[in-house]
Structure formats: C-alpha cells, structure tokens
T-cell receptor, first 114, second 113 residues
Framework: AQSVSQHNHHVILSEAASLELGCNYS??????LFWYVQYPGQHLQLLLK??????LVKGIKGFEAEFIKSKFSFNLRKPSVQWSDTAEYFC????????????FGAGTRLAVHP | DAGVIQSPRHEVTEMGQEVTLRCKPI?????LFWYRQTMMRGLELLIY????????DSGMPEDRFSAKMPNASFSTLKIQPSEPRDSAVYFC???????????FGPGTRLTVL
C-alpha cells in the first residue's frame, strides 16, 4: 500500500538549532514530493516541492529538502530555526497514477523556544 | 488570484442539524479535495473530484456525509444529521492538470454541540 511515514511526531528545539525532519514513502515508482507547513490556526501552505532534477530542493524561509531515491526519503532541513518556525510540518507524496491525489504523512509538530 | 475560497469560516451548530460547507476552487483547477483535520486523527482525505466527477469517496466516514460538485467552480460537503464527533476543521484543496501542487483553502472550523 502507498504510505508516507514521518518518524518524528513532536520536535522541540531552541532558536538557532538545526532542524531535520524525516519523511519516507513506501513506493518505488515515480513520485512527486512535497512539504507543507501549517502555522497555528492556519491552513496548509506549500513549503517546497520536488518533481525532477536536482534532488536538493530549496524552499521558502530557508528550508530545503533532499530527495534520496535509494532510501525513499525526502527529509526537510533548516540550518538555524527561528521561533516563527513553530508549526506543524507535513510531508506529502503523489504516487504515479491516481490523478492528483496526495498521500500525507501524519505530520510533525515543531516547537521552537526562544 | 483569490485562492481557494471556503465558507463559512466558522460554523457552530447543534447536534442533529444539517451543515453545508462550501468551496470555490482556483479558476482553472480541475481536481478538488475535501479533508478533515482533528487532533486525534490528523489530516484525513474524505473525497476528491476530477473534472467534477467523484473519483474516490472511500474516506467519507459514513452516510451522513455527502459531497457534490455541480460545476467546475463550486463544491459542497454536507453533513446530515451532524454529531459532536464531526467537530473538526474541514479543508478544501484544489489542483490543476498542469501542476500536482495542491492549494488549500482557509478551512471551515465546525463545532457541533
């Protein structure tokens, strides 16, 4: 079955710490990969996406993600987090076929302390 | 572009009442998704449409839930009768044939008393 796993459900960091959130998916075919962010009380917004090309993708607000096909992973990183990065982060995958349906991970709640 | 528009933004109703949530997709987008988000269950896909046709409604929790997309610019999600456990934030998201990126609306926060 197609699935997306986010291993960290809750992450607590201090400002300026580095961040890495894990995301793995179950399928070995062609995929499109996404990270969405949901700030408290708001809707999901696109952070970055990977369709093809350079496996290191840069997104908004200093975030980046690396697609490692051999590991079926698409981990999100940020070298130095800020208090304003406190949010929930969702990894999502579009597997080949299936119209434009995305399979979402369970989300990771990040709390950044000043 | 105004983005995905959802109404109402907040809805408070009593158990047993009918609730209708509305979504207007981004112009030109031909796929529309309804999600439900709760603390306990996270983000759940309820149903999605492609070119106004329901493709997969396996996520609809029970017969009390129904969704329609009568045209390319409007969709509704109806709950009849509503129950307290339906309290959640309901998101609509849309995407177009030229992109796989889903754009989310602001959501409707439903509270059933």
């Amino acid at each position: 079955a197609q699935s997306v796993s986010q291993h960290n459900h809750h992450v607590i960091l201090s400002e300026a710490a580095s961040l890495e959130l894990g995301c793995n998916y179950s399928y070995g075919g062609t995929v499109n990969l996404f990270w969405y962010v949901q700030y408290p009380g708001q809707h999901l917004q696109l952070l970055l996406k990977y369709f093809s090309g350079d496996p290191l993708v840069k997104g908004i607000k200093g975030f980046e993600a690396e697609f490692i096909k051999s590991k079926f992973s698409f981990n999100l990183r940020k070298p130095s987090v800020q208090w304003s990065d406190t949010a929930e982060y969702f990894c999502a995958v579009k597997f080949s076929g299936g119209y434009n349906k995305l399979i979402f991970g369970a989300g990771t709640r990040l709390a950044v302390h000043p | 572009d105004a983005g995905v528009i959802q109404s109402p933004r907040h809805e408070v109703t009593e158990m047993g009442q009918e609730v209708t949530l509305r979504c207007k997709p981004i112009s030109g987008h031909n796929s529309l998704f309804w999600y439900r988000q709760t603390m306990m269950r996270g983000l759940e896909l309820l149903i999605y449409f492609n070119n106004n046709v329901p493709i997969d409604d396996s996520g609809m929790p029970e017969d009390r839930f129904s969704a329609k997309m009568p045209n390319a610019s409007f969709s509704t999600l109806k709950i009849q009768p509503s129950e307290p456990r339906d309290s959640a934030v309901y998101f609509c998201a849309t995407t177009g044939s030229s992109t796989d990126t889903q754009y989310f609306g602001p959501g409707t926060r439903l509270t059933v008393l």
